[in-house]
């Protein structure tokens, strides 16, 4: 564990981005109960936007190590482990809904079809972002 000049710890940054999100996610489960889903998404927002940027932010600006090449490893492997997964469900699944649809056996919906299009703009960012890296490099 390493204690920066400012005092401010890996422990304390991992609590402090946990804790910021987490009061953004309860923020909306409480707004959902009390069907305020304006003001516990308002919440949400606000919750994951400042933990998200202390997540960021803070590594760059304190002298203590918040982040290592294990996080870094871990971080690789399981964005990996994602891409794959989502890979295997999507080429297993889409084309057949292509195919069903197609045949008039199934109709697709709006919803089904949202899904589509976010799991190819995901598999398109994916790849984008994966050359850009590629070219940094």
């Not at 409480?30 to 998404?41: K, S």
């Not at 919440?43 to 400042?50: D, I, K, N, S």
């Not at 994602?82 to 197609?102: F, H, K, W």
Request: proline share 1%; charged share 10%; aromatic share 10%.
């Amino acid at each position: 564990m390493s204690v920066s000049q400012t005092g401010f710890t890996r422990q304390t940054y991992e609590r402090t981005v946990y804790a910021v999100v987490g009061v953004g996610i309860f923020g909306l489960l409480a707004g959902l109960l009390l069907d305020q889903q304006v003001a516990g998404t308002a919440v949400y927002l606000v919750g994951c936007w400042v933990g998200g940027a202390i997540a960021v932010l803070a590594p760059k600006f304190t002298d203590a190590t918040l982040q290592d090449e294990r996080d870094n490893d871990l971080h690789n492997h399981a964005s990996g482990l994602t891409m794959r997964i989502a890979m295997l469900v999507g080429i297993s699944v889409i084309p057949a809904l292509y195919v069903l649809d197609a045949g008039g056996y199934v109709e697709l919906t709006a919803t089904v079809w949202g899904g589509v299009w976010v799991a190819s703009a995901l598999f398109l960012l994916y790849g984008v972002c994966f050359g850009v890296v590629q070219r940094r490099r």
